[in-house]
């Protein structure tokens, strides 16, 4: 099955950013934008990305029987590896360059891609910052989430706590109950907003490795389907891992890297 010509082209189509756009993110580090994608291709990829992961999924207790983060989601990695359709997308040029154009940098390249499904019934997701888990030198980070249908605030939309990466407090816990308590506690004596809004159909949002970020629960009878691909300065270096989930991550997304070097492994490509 070859992807269509109009989908393709609609993968690879530069998206234009305004500078007020643009210094939105910076300042808040977080960014929804309308219409990245169009109805075909989201329907086109939610069905693949659907298809792959029922495939790869191995969760097979009931969302009640789990803990908090099995509650929150299915989590599936690196799609991309698994399934040249899927690889079309994460290595979409228009979603790359507007990454690369929001953080000012002169190009990106992939850490790796999750495929986040909700489903229905599914808990929270905590409050947390994704860097905790990076062994990365620097911030210039952003992961894309891409909602797979239209997303009201029922199904567990992303939410933001807007400018929240110049808190340190925090930043030491894995996402969990514990996180969702004493981020929550920080961030209510904090005048940083916190954006709870819905998604629409093709919209995407782009938000930093720091800033903090959580979902509601999935009240609905539909799973919440979400693909994200995270994406890193094309010159970030790895840094010496500060607990033991940098540690996993560094065997696993940037295996064979070396510290204080460029992350240039074969599974971390320029895509921009």
Same mark, same amino acid.
């Given at each position: 099955?070859?992807?269509?010509?109009?989908?393709? =082209?609609?993968?690879?189509?530069?998206?234009?950013? +305004? *500078?007020?756009?643009?210094?939105?993110?910076?300042?808040?580090?977080?960014?929804?934008?309308?219409?990245?994608?169009?109805?075909?291709?989201?329907?086109? $990829?939610? +069905?693949?990305?659907?298809?792959?992961? *029922?495939?790869?999924?191995?969760?097979?207790?009931?969302?009640? =029987?789990?803990?908090?983060?099995?509650?929150?989601?299915?989590?599936? $990695?690196?799609?991309?590896?698994?399934? /040249?359709?899927?690889?079309?997308?994460?290595?979409?040029?228009?979603?790359? %360059?507007?990454?690369?154009?929001?953080?000012?940098?002169?190009?990106?390249?992939?850490?790796?891609?999750?495929?986040?499904?909700?489903?229905?019934?599914?808990?929270?997701?905590?409050?947390?910052?994704?860097?905790?888990?990076?062994?990365? /030198?620097?911030?210039?980070?952003?992961?894309?989430?891409?909602?797979?249908?239209?997303?009201?605030?029922?199904?567990?939309?992303? /939410?933001?706590?807007?400018?929240?990466?110049?808190?340190? /407090?925090?930043?030491?816990?894995?996402?969990?109950?514990?996180? =969702?308590?004493?981020?929550?506690?920080?961030?209510?004596?904090?005048?940083?907003?916190?954006?709870?809004?819905? $998604?629409?159909?093709?919209?995407?949002?782009?938000?930093?490795?720091?800033? $903090?970020?959580?979902?509601?629960?999935?009240?609905? %009878?539909?799973?919440?389907?979400?693909?994200?691909?995270?994406?890193?300065?094309?010159?970030? %270096?790895?840094?010496?891992?500060?607990?033991?989930?940098?540690?996993?991550?560094?065997?696993?997304?940037?295996?064979?890297?070396?510290?204080?070097?460029?992350?240039?492994?074969?599974?971390?490509?320029?895509?921009?």
């Amino acid at each position: 099955m070859n992807t269509p010509i109009s989908i393709r =082209e609609a993968l690879d189509t530069p998206y234009s950013l +305004t *500078a007020q756009q643009i210094e939105f993110y910076q300042t808040n580090r977080y960014i929804k934008l309308k219409n990245v994608f169009n109805a075909e291709t989201i329907a086109y $990829f939610g +069905t693949i990305i659907s298809n792959k992961v *029922a495939e790869m999924n191995k969760v097979t207790s009931k969302v009640d =029987e789990r803990d908090t983060y099995g509650k929150a989601f299915l989590q599936l $990695f690196n799609l991309w590896r698994e399934d /040249e359709h899927i690889r079309q997308l994460v290595f979409s040029k228009r979603m790359a %360059k507007i990454a690369a154009d929001l953080m000012q940098v002169d190009g990106v390249r992939l850490y790796h891609d999750q495929a986040l499904f909700k489903e229905a019934g599914g808990g929270i997701t905590p409050w947390h910052a994704d860097q905790y888990y990076w062994p990365l /030198e620097t911030d210039k980070t952003v992961t894309a989430w891409v909602p797979l249908q239209e997303t009201p605030l029922e199904m567990g939309p992303l /939410e933001f706590s807007a400018g929240s990466h110049q808190i340190v /407090e925090g930043r030491e816990l894995e996402i969990g109950d514990k996180s =969702e308590t004493v981020i929550e506690q920080r961030l209510r004596v904090t005048d940083f907003k916190h954006v709870i809004e819905a $998604f629409d159909m093709g919209e995407v949002s782009f938000h930093s490795g720091w800033v $903090f970020h959580r979902a509601g629960a999935n009240t609905t %009878k539909e799973t919440r389907k979400v693909m994200t691909v995270i994406y890193m300065d094309r010159d970030m %270096k790895l840094k010496n891992p500060e607990n033991k989930n940098q540690i996993n991550d560094w065997n696993t997304w940037c295996p064979g890297a070396v510290v204080g070097q460029v992350i240039n492994s074969p599974i971390n490509p320029v895509l921009y």
